[in-house]
């Protein structure tokens, strides 16, 4: 391989799934930083002009522990080898995962790397950061209704285990107590940064840090209730090798870079080029908020429903979505859906009868095979809902790196990408599947065409002006 470009981040993100890391990529363009997401550990070669921060997006979630570690390591080098001042491990803001892991492994494993070459990267880099033997837990994202008390986490006015996670197909949650839930993916210690310390500011959080650190603390689940709490968050931890959590703490680290000198002002961090093609909306996500969405675009658009059962039997249901998308797509009339989202009950008769492995690797490949199918025949347009989804859906159109826009609601912004054979960019939108307005499948065909069509006058601006110029100097 060539050598590393050069190249100094600020921030350096691994992300646990696709939509995950789009989700982080919008704050952080929304607060100011250049922000490229990359699908996977890119090749060495990739150009890094002008961005602040990379986010490295996974499909590490719901995969075996030792494959999420070591892809979050490889991650992780990746990012150090471009001088990234922090490391950022990005996982669901309902902290979805397994006893046995992958959040508390994955942060295990990614501390004691940071921990064993810390010295090289303090020289390196030049910072003031404190040791590699202490990260933070931060999920919350109030203004999506994720948030801390007492170390328990809510959804809106309910605990997670009484949200309808506790009914998810793959990381099914039933304790609230993430420090309890934290405490047996680990064996280091977990211990809680509540609210009453958080109220008394940033430098008593850091006192609370250094003490339980002190006591053999590694991992700190963190209380948080508003955006507020993020911010002092944000300047306790800004000096850590390590941080973890939701995009909500993304959210609030750039004002903190920019104390520090690290950030410089940007103007339209989230520009996109104009859209072109038609509009579909590809989901697999059998969350509640998912499940009102679709029920909302049925009641005004026409989709499609995909049976795990039926796909398990032969490919005709794939068949019969793509002459149905066919049929409807050339009328140019609105976006189209297709979609495997169901109630529990119905995931649950699924599952039981194929297994909840299977189950959801025939609907990812279908609804990938889909994309893929219907991009190359001219969709422009693609909204993806459910993380797992997005993460095949992504796999199968080749797609290496997402330029990401502004967003469509809190967490999810619109992206571009190039894919091969293509033209023109293909707008995408990736989804997770809690997150969005119950309009959020129609509206956001709606706010893409806004950004665009504002995209394209600003730059016959900008060529008008060039084009003065440029007349002027030959005169």
């Not at 799934?17 to 100011?32: E, I, M, Y």
Request: proline share 4%; with cysteine.
């Amino acid at each position: 391989m060539s050598s590393p470009p050069a190249a100094q981040l600020v921030l350096g993100a691994i992300a646990d799934d696709f939509t995950g890391a789009t989700d982080l990529a919008n704050n952080l363009v929304r607060s100011g930083m250049r922000t490229l997401q990359v699908i996977g550990v890119p090749e060495d070669d990739l150009a890094l002009t002008d961005v602040d921060a990379v986010v490295v997006a996974l499909k590490s979630r719901s995969c075996p522990v030792d494959d999420a570690i070591g892809d979050s390591l490889a991650a992780l080098e990746w990012l150090k080898a471009r001088g990234a001042r922090q490391i950022f491990f990005k996982y669901c803001s309902t902290f979805d995962s397994t006893d046995d892991g992958n959040i508390g492994p994955v942060a295990d494993a990614l501390l004691e790397r940071l921990r064993a070459t810390q010295q090289e990267h303090l020289r390196a880099t030049h910072t003031e950061q404190s040791g590699s033997d202490q990260t933070v837990m931060v999920p919350a994202f109030p203004i999506n209704g994720r948030t801390v008390y007492q170390g328990h986490l809510f959804v809106g006015d309910r605990l997670l285990n009484d949200s309808g996670m506790q009914h998810h197909p793959l990381n099914p949650m039933q304790d609230a107590d993430l420090v309890r839930v934290l405490a047996r993916q680990t064996p280091h210690g977990v211990g809680l940064l509540n609210r009453a310390t958080l109220a008394r500011g940033a430098e008593a959080a850091r006192g609370r840090l250094a003490e339980l650190r002190e006591a053999g603390v590694r991992h700190v689940i963190c209380d948080t209730l508003d955006e507020g709490d993020l911010d002092v968050i944000a300047a306790a931890v800004v000096d850590l090798a390590l941080v973890t959590g939701g995009s909500g703490l993304g959210q609030a680290l750039p004002a903190e870079y920019r104390k520090k000198g690290w950030l410089a002002p940007v103007e339209h961090p989230g520009r996109l080029m104009p859209s072109h093609g038609a509009a579909l909306v590809l989901s697999g996500s059998c969350s509640r908020a998912t499940l009102g969405q679709v029920e909302h675009f049925l009641a005004r658009h026409e989709g499609m429903a995909l049976d795990p059962l039926a796909l398990a039997q032969s490919d005709a249901p794939i068949e019969e979505a793509l002459a149905f998308a066919r049929a409807r797509l050339t009328a140019a009339d609105g976006p189209v859906l297709i979609y495997a989202s169901a109630a529990p009950q119905a995931v649950e008769a699924a599952q039981a009868s194929l297994g909840a492995a299977r189950a959801g690797e025939l609907v990812e490949r279908a609804l990938a095979t889909i994309a893929r199918t219907l991009v190359a025949e001219g969709v422009g347009r693609l909204l993806v809902a459910g993380g797992e989804t997005s993460g095949a859906v992504v796999s199968a159109l080749g797609v290496g790196e997402l330029r990401i826009g502004e967003q469509i609601d809190p967490g999810v912004p619109w992206t571009q990408t190039r894919v091969a054979g293509r033209e023109a960019p293909l707008s995408l939108a990736l989804k997770s599947g809690n997150f969005g307005g119950v309009d959020f499948f129609t509206r956001a065909f709606t706010v893409l065409s806004e950004q665009t069509n504002q995209s394209a006058g600003q730059q016959t601006t900008q060529q008008r002006t060039q084009q003065r110029n440029q007349g002027e100097e030959g005169a």
